[in-house]
């Protein structure tokens, strides 16, 4: 610990990354949650798994996707970083001052805002949802669950691609997009109940984002929003929490391996652009939402919507 917080020390301010300082943070809760589970499990039996429960072999897995994460966001990021800074300083109309509050609304707005969009989009289209699902490949729900992240983050990358557009510093880009990151960890827990009823109205909670990962028909493509919940009740993408949900994709990937759970999508689609005939039947399983088929196909749905 003490190399990384040296490490962070050389880098200018702007570039050290929030999510690094949050780990000791997620590793904490993480502990805290799992011998709460273990604990518990014993008075919740049942024919379904116990709430919040753990499985050793699965938060490893989200654990070991998590630090790979952390490797290849820092090399998206830097890459974006490059095109960021020369939108910001040659395409800009205007360049917002980084020592305004207001700035700040607007970045962490803005980039709330084009979560929603990207996330929308990644449950609608087939190669974006192919990066996406790795996230939703676990069949429980704990803060473990919250580190099984993607490690392709193009779509994010170009989603952002306004804010720089608009006058906001690349650097504070990446750090309201942290800030976002680090309030969805906490989202991702059984053992938090529905909240006050304005903070249910306004933010994502644990409520909304368990409804988010149910591969429950009535919770398929539901509750984007990455801080603020406001976003699915204006585009009319929410839903409340009706009952306890069912975990992980509608076509369960049962491996823990970390390279299947990221790539298995992406080899699903090139199998299904392989077998099509029609140059209409390959574009529709590339941009398609998930499971998507030709109407005269007799063929099983292709994808693990999730």
């Given amino acids: 610990m003490d190399a990384l917080l040296r490490v962070l020390d050389a880098l200018p ?37 116990p709430a919040g429960a753990y499985h050793r072999r699965d938060a490893w897995a989200s654990l070991s996707m998590g630090l790979v994460s952390v490797a290849t966001t820092a090399g998206w990021k830097l890459l974006a970083l490059l095109g960021y800074a020369a939108i910001y300083a040659y395409l800009a109309p205007w360049h917002l001052p980084a020592d305004r509050w207001y700035t700040w609304v607007i970045a962490i707005v803005g980039v709330d805002l084009l979560f929603y969009a990207y996330h929308r989009v990644a449950h609608r289209v087939r190669l974006v949802w192919a990066t996406h699902q790795a996230h939703h490949s676990s069949q429980y729900f704990n803060f473990a669950t919250a580190l099984r992240q993607k490690w392709n983050n193009s779509g994010e990358i170009l989603m952002w691609i306004p804010l720089p557009l608009l006058g906001v510093p690349p650097w504070m880009v990446f750090a309201s997009f942290s800030v976002n990151l680090i309030y969805q960890f906490w989202v991702h827990t059984e053992r938090i109940d529905k909240l006050w009823r304005p903070i249910e109205f306004v933010f994502n909670t644990p409520s909304h984002h368990r409804v988010h990962h149910g591969m429950d028909p009535e919770y398929l493509d539901k509750n984007y929003g990455g801080i603020f919940i406001l976003w699915d009740r204006i585009f009319n993408t929410y839903s409340d929490e009706l009952f306890r949900p069912h975990y992980g994709l509608t076509k369960q990937v049962d491996t823990f ?9 992406y080899v699903a689609i090139g199998r299904d652009v392989r077998a099509a005939k029609r140059w209409r039947d390959k574009l529709g399983y590339t941009f398609g939402p998930p499971g998507w088929a030709p109407r005269d196909s007799e063929r099983p749905v292709p994808s693990s919507a999730g």
Avoid: C, S, Y
């Fill in 13 to 49: 301010p702007q570039m050290r990354d929030p999510v690094l300082f949050a780990i000791p943070f997620f590793l904490l809760m993480l502990v805290l949650e799992w011998t709460a589970a273990r604990k518990l499990a014993q008075l919740e039996a049942g024919d379904r798994t």
């Fill in 257 to 265: 391996n970390i390279w299947t759970l990221q790539t298995h999508e």
